[in-house]
């Protein structure tokens, strides 16, 4: 299995090994922020590869994804985060602009990874 192909986004195309080198290192990463099994990442993220190694990568991370619509209003977005209890928000760069729009709105400990 480890030579079939795991995930095809446009012309890239992922065997499971290299699928799961990407999910682990971003597992890694979060858990070298901080992260704990429990804690929740805010997704705002464009599909796409990097949206689904983040989603799995929070997973082996023991966290717990909380991906967002993307055609959410402002407001509706900065409820969600709240609500979520987030302590981490994960943004492609094509929205971040939105997160640092809300930067007075949101928690001081949510950590923004770009």
Do not use: H, Y
Not at 12 to 35: H, K, Q, Y
Not at 88 to 101: C, G, N, P
């Amino acid at each position: 299995m480890a030579g079939k192909e795991a995930a095809i986004c446009s012309d890239v195309r992922l065997s499971w090994t290299e699928f799961g080198e990407r999910i682990n290192a971003v597992a890694n990463s979060l858990i070298s922020l901080g992260m704990k099994p429990g804690d929740r990442l805010v997704v705002l993220m464009s599909n796409g590869l990097p949206m689904l190694e983040t989603l799995m990568g929070v997973m082996a991370a023991g966290g717990v994804s909380v991906p967002i619509n993307l055609s959410v209003s402002q407001e509706g977005l900065c409820s969600m985060i709240q609500d979520a209890e987030a302590k981490f928000v994960v943004a492609t760069a094509d929205q971040f602009q939105r997160i640092d729009a809300l930067t007075q709105q949101l928690p001081d400990n949510l950590a923004t990874i770009r």
